[in-house]
């Protein structure tokens, strides 16, 4: 039912084909998974094909090793017209027993479309109801803030350079 999936989970265990020469997967895959399980998230709750955007707040702390038992966690903490904003959490833990780590989180940003090459169209609103929900719709807003920042401070850079060449 579209406007109810708010989270969604992915299990799966790192393979050989995903790790670099010491055995631990590189980032660029779990970037991947994140994405993988924003899209099924973002469908899941626009009942419509999506986009990515942005992703934010990229933080790897912990290795995933060959062979790890991987969960990828997402949870919707925001929506605006067309857009939705997921916190995700990777953990990875060996599928023989041992505590999950915390691996990786960060926030990631679709826009829901109405078709594959179409326009942008309107996603069921949600609003926090917990006090964890308030604090997770704050965080996705402050990262996406400061990524926004990021990006014009490199686009005014990127202009200086092509006025100092011209």
């Known amino acids: 039912m579209i ?22 997967v590189h980032g660029g895959v779990v970037m991947k998974w994140i994405d993988q399980a924003g899209y099924a998230a973002a469908v899941g709750w626009s009942g419509t094909y999506s986009v990515t955007v942005a992703v934010g707040g990229i933080r790897f702390m912990a290795p995933i090793r060959i062979s790890d038992l991987v969960t990828v966690r997402t949870k919707l903490v ?8 997921f916190s995700v959490e990777v953990a990875a833990r060996d599928p023989m027993g041992g505590e999950p780590r915390l691996c990786t989180h960060c926030v990631i940003v679709f826009v829901a479309l109405d078709g594959v090459e179409g326009e942008p169209t309107a ?11 308030r604090e997770l719709a704050e965080y996705a807003q402050q990262v996406m803030a400061l990524s926004k920042g990021i990006e014009q401070t490199v686009e005014r850079y990127r202009q200086a350079h092509d006025a100092h060449d011209a």
Do not use: C, I
């Not at 708010?6 to 631990?24: C, I, Q, S």
């Not at 996603?123 to 929900?133: C, G, K, N, Q, R």
């Open 3 to 24: 406007g109810s999936q708010r989270e969604l989970t992915l299990r799966f265990l790192a393979e050989p084909a995903d790790v670099n020469y010491g055995g631990k």
């Open 78 to 85: 925001h929506t605006g017209t067309s857009s939705m904003h």
């Open 123 to 133: 996603v069921p609103a949600w609003e926090p109801v917990s006090e964890d929900d």
